[in-house]
């Protein structure tokens, strides 16, 4: 089933000077369950394709349909309801909300789309649990080292039981050991709970793990390949 | 919502430093401007005292001639039908017939023009009330310097005693106020006061043909009880007004204006001095409720106004202490504004900073999932709790200074005291009690951190996310 469907996405910033085509006409797809890398070089348009299949950066031109809806076309208000419903992200630079605990920044998410309480409850311990923090649900973020911390926002990445989670660059502030951590959880949730997930990276040890990797170069999609 | 209000007073403690830098202006700027404006508002309550409630009350009815000219010719008839129509008035707590003409005093030794003021002894308790302002002790040189030498006080009590010399008193509580007296030192001194100051001085009788000498008048004219005041003026019509009257007592007022210048006697004694037969010159009302002044100054109008008769209250008979009044607390008010202005400033300098240092924060938060509006929201509760930490503080902090200030007023010495007493008033500065200028203050606080609110509210409007996460 197709989570995701691109079709000639197009972005082009319009500088001072110079006009980038950050990325230029790329289709894509993406099915229910895909564990999937962007890769490419610095600038090579990964985030900024990213960020649109997220809905937080409007296309030049295309259209990106989640589930069938053509988020481009959402208004502002209903883009970040949108967002909330169906989409998880797993920031490069953990982005939680310090002044709240693990459980909390887990909780929160599941708040605002009005959940019960004693479901946020659950939910939360056992998502922390599932990556490794149960014993840190009181912790603020400033108490928890890197890799604790971005295991908190794949926590409550997935909190809102989204189609997809979107993830950039998670590895690039993490030790090797953390990385590694995060990664095997990362892909026993994507196993498990059936989550699609795509990363943009250039961290190889993300790619060996990724079952699909997409390469980007100059805005433009140079190879997509699915391994098993 | 519990959570907005959690993430709020939790983010509000991220920068303690300038949360306490905030909250501290705000409580300051509160707290000077509360006393600031308590001080203006006591001495002003405390000036309307003396000179309306205590005095003139704060509507009367004349002839309509004599607020123009206010002459005895300008008089009127006190007749039970104006004083039935008057009492109709449900507002009207009292209403007090007076007659009021000027006259030459004398007693031998000194002359002086003085304010004859024939009164309703009984009515008049109720108004300017002679009888607790008789003067029953007096601090002579002579008589502090023998006080001093009997007892042993502590250099305090001294200080006052000395600063007191001249003064005089119609209570030992005064006293005991004046010269700051603990329970241990009354008991010791007030047995001294009594034997050494005691000064003999009566209230007027129903039919007494005596009268009453304001105490710096009757310093001024060497007058004592039992001495003969010689006044001579004129009467109703023309009629040459002189007679010979005994003085009955001292009486102590409180503004030095009319200290200076009261004689008070008898209606009917005034009457048949300035022959005046059933007339007064003034029926002096005081109210219950003096917010409600002008209605009641309305409906007298409409019952007893017509052509005979002129209803003023006492911003129009004294309009001097109104502009004087109004003036003084226009630059209050300035100095006020010019102090909230300042935080005003200091509060949109935390609220820019706060916004700048999490501008990626609050991309995070929208990105995620969170409406503007909720983002918002916790924004203004976050103002929210800054202002109301500094206001409640200001307000508890002032209360008890409101309290102490109210009921031990501060005196003025030196120059500043003579420039009160010049002006015609006591020269005491309370503190006026709480009323809605105490909660106004920190409306006002609240008022401008909501102003303040504009700032986030904006920019979490036009917030562009992916601006926002690459701060």
Known sequence: MKVIDINNLTKIYNGSEVMVKAVNNISLSFEQGEFAAIVGPSGSGKTTLLNMIGGLDKPTEGEILVGGTNIGGLSASKLIDFRLKNIGFVFQAYNLIPVLTAKENVEFIMELQGKSRLERDERSIALLSAVGLGERVNARPAKLSGGQQQRVAVARALASKPKFVLADEPTANLDSKSTETLLDIMEELNKKENITFIFSTHDQRVVNKARRVITVEDGCVVSDEKRN | ?471
């Open chain 2, 1 to 471: 919502m519990k959570r907005s209000f959690i993430m709020a007073w939790r983010n509000i403690w991220r920068n303690k430093r300038r949360t306490l830098i905030t909250t501290a202006s705000i409580f300051f700027a509160l707290f000077f401007a509360i006393i600031m404006r308590a001080f203006q508002l006591g001495t002003y309550d405390h000036m309307i005292n003396q000179a309306i409630e205590s005095f003139t009350g704060y509507i009367q009815i004349q002839n309509k001639e004599f607020f123009y000219d206010p002459a005895i010719d300008n008089s009127f008839e006190y007749t039970d039908d104006l004083i039935s129509s008057v009492n109709k008035i449900d507002n009207i707590k009292i209403a007090v017939p007076r007659v009021e003409s000027f006259a030459l005093a004398s007693t031998g030794i000194q002359s002086k023009g003085v304010l004859v003021t024939g009164i309703d002894t009984e009515r008049e308790k109720n108004l300017s009330d002679p009888e607790n302002r008789i003067v029953k002790y007096k601090f002579t040189p002579e008589i502090v310097e023998s006080i001093l030498n009997e007892i042993d006080l502590p250099e305090k009590q001294i200080e006052l005693l000395k600063a007191n010399e001249n003064n005089s008193y119609s209570s030992l509580p005064k006293i005991s106020l004046d010269l700051s007296l603990d329970k241990k030192l009354e008991k010791k001194l007030f047995p001294i006061i009594k034997e050494k100051a005691s000064f003999e001085s009566n209230f007027l009788s129903k039919k007494d043909n005596g009268v009453l000498v304001s105490d710096r008048l009757a310093r001024y004219l060497k007058a004592d009880v039992g001495d003969t005041l010689v006044l001579i003026g004129a009467g109703y019509h023309g009629v040459s007004a002189a007679n010979v009257f005994p003085i009955r007592g001292v009486v102590k007022i409180i503004s030095p204006e009319l200290d200076n210048k009261l004689v008070y006697m008898t209606l009917e004694n005034a009457q048949e001095f300035f022959s005046l037969g059933n007339r007064v010159t003034s029926l002096n009302i005081n109210l219950d409720d003096t917010d409600d002044m002008l209605r009641t100054q309305n409906e007298l109008k409409q019952r007893i106004q017509g052509d005979h008769f002129a209803v003023k209250n006492w911003e129009e008979f004294n309009p001097t202490l109104k502009q004087q009044i109004e003036g003084d607390s226009v630059g209050g008010v300035i100095f006020i504004g010019i102090l909230y202005f300042i935080v005003l400033f200091g509060i949109i300098g935390t609220v820019l900073m706060m916004i700048a240092e999490r501008k990626r924060e609050l991309g995070v938060m929208v990105a995620i999932g969170m409406s503007k509006i909720r983002l918002s929201f916790v924004l203004v509760i976050e103002m929210l709790f800054l202002g109301l930490i500094g206001t409640l503080g200001g307000l508890i902090a002032s209360a008890p200074f409101v309290v102490f200030g109210h009921k031990n007023p501060w005196k003025m010495t030196g120059e500043m005291a003579k420039m009160y007493e010049d002006m015609g008033f006591d020269p005491v500065m309370p503190l006026a009690w709480f009323d809605a200028y105490f909660f106004w203050q920190g409306a006002i606080i609240m008022i401008m951190v909501l102003f303040a609110c504009y700032i986030p509210l904006r920019r979490v409007r036009r917030m562009q996310v992916i601006t926002a996460l690459r701060a």
